[in-house]
């Protein structure tokens, strides 16, 4: 069976609920590029009139920094991208993550792994597969068993294993990026069977982020584009849980001057909201690199009134 996943536009119309989100990992201050994601998807929300919500992703523990979440929302704030809603924290809805695993373990879909980066590394060598610089490498499938079964909830929860999602055996998915256009993904020959929650309990990424956005509404999705390959693998997700698909959009990223994503890895300096003046500067750094044109460039613009503006010609 050929599972083809064709997305036609979202059936919710911005007038029956527009719930877009930004979804910062707390591992550093918002950087320049980060703040071409905050801004794009304020300006998709607002402009359809939609909500528009803050998620910090503190999933992963090890990565996050102390007080670095209310530093993202102070810079926020000084940015004037106010949101909706209390902000959730996906290390408090870990209830949740576990719920969607276990819904899956109870559809056969999952079976325990034990192999090590360098094991797969070299599976994949011995198979000529070769993965390049930056790129997550293809799980070979060492450790899925012939026949799928459903696992004791217990084992589930506290085995130091990792857990892994059986794919279909043709698993291409299709879907419509509002910028980028038809996009599509081979899962099988691009990702293979990928991990749902590691080896040191936590639950990752893939399955936190499509939880998060089903549990709460979420019907628009802008975010950067470094995030693209791993649409396919959230859309998979969201059909076997039964969940509707939002909208995608993804934003240019922000290259530093060798040519790579900036990242907190790469040091990359945080944006500077020391008043309204450099807020503003910032803004108008992303609103440009964002390709949105004629906004107001004086210099007794107010935030607000930017915004309005850039609002106004957004999209
Ligand atoms: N937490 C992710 C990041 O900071 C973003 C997740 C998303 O927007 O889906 O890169």
């Known amino acids: 069976m050929i599972l083809a996943v064709s997305l036609l536009k979202n059936p919710s119309s911005p007038a029956d609920g527009y719930r877009g989100r930004f979804a910062p ?30 998620r910090i ?74 993965t390049p610089r930056n790129q997550e490498m293809i799980y070979p499938g060492t450790c899925r068993p012939n026949q799928l079964e459903t696992h004791s909830p217990e084992l589930l929860k506290t085995s130091k294993v990792a857990w892994r999602l059986a794919l279909p055996q043709y698993c291409h998915i299709e879907f419509e990026d509002l910028v980028l256009g038809h996009q599509s993904q081979n899962l ?73 994503k900036l990242s907190k890895k790469t040091l990359a300096t945080q944006i500077n909201t020391q008043d309204d003046k450099h807020s503003l500067a910032e803004l108008r750094k992303a609103a440009q690199h964002l390709g949105l044109i004629d906004l107001p460039d004086g210099e007794h613009t107010t935030i607000a009134e930017w915004l309005l503006a850039a609002t106004r010609v957004w999209r």
Do not use: M
Request: proline share 5%.
């Open 25 to 54: 990992s707390p591992t550093g201050p918002l950087h320049a590029g980060s703040l071409v994601a905050a801004l794009g998807s304020w300006l998709d929300a607002r402009k359809n009139g939609g909500k528009w919500l803050l």
């Open 188 to 260: 099988n020959a691009e990702v293979g069977d990928f991990v749902l929650r590691r080896n040191d309990g936590l639950f990752t990424y893939q399955l936190a982020v499509v939880v998060d956005d089903a549990q709460q509404g979420i019907t628009h999705i802008v975010r950067g584009e470094d995030l693209l390959s791993n649409t396919a693998r959230q859309i998979h997700l969201q059909k076997i849980l039964g969940y509707q698909t939002p909208q995608y959009l993804h934003l240019p990223l922000v290259l530093d001057e060798y040519g790579e």
């Open 57 to 130: 992703e503190d999933l992963d523990t090890p990565r996050c920094i102390p007080g670095a979440d209310q530093q993202i929302q102070a810079q926020l704030l000084a940015c004037g991208l106010s949101w909706d809603e209390e902000p959730s924290y996906q290390s408090q809805r870990q209830e949740l993550y576990q719920g969607a695993l276990e819904q899956l373990n109870q559809l056969e879909l999952l079976y325990p792994c034990s192999c090590s980066r360098q094991t797969i590394a070299s599976t994949l060598a011995a198979l000529g597969i070769e």
